[in-house]
């Protein structure tokens, strides 16, 4: 190994001290990559279910909503025809 560490210097691929670390920095880098797109998607599918949810919701709301005012349409048709 040489004084620097870069096996590159000499001819030689690889090696030394610094290439070893890097190459296990790139692994934990690569790691901490795939954590991050898993985290990242599993968010993402949790926004996604709570909009679902809440746009079924809205849907019941106005659902419901239609409902009233027709049975009040309704009753106020029944008490002017009595």
């Known amino acids: 190994m040489n004084l620097i560490g870069f096996g590159a210097l000499n001819g030689r691929s690889g090696g030394g001290c610094?290439?070893?670390?890097?190459?296990s920095f790139q692994k934990r880098i690569s790691k901490?990559?795939?954590?991050?797109k898993i985290g990242a998607a599993?968010?993402?599918l949790l926004?996604?279910?709570?909009c679902g949810n809440t746009i079924r919701g809205f849907g019941r709301d106005t659902a419901n909503a239609v409902n009233a005012t027709q049975d009040a349409g309704r009753s106020v048709n029944r008490a002017a025809t009595r």
């Open 32 to 36: 901490m990559t795939m954590t991050v």
């Open 42 to 44: 599993l968010m993402l």
């Open 18 to 23: 610094f290439g070893q670390a890097t190459f």
């Open 47 to 50: 926004a996604l279910s709570s």
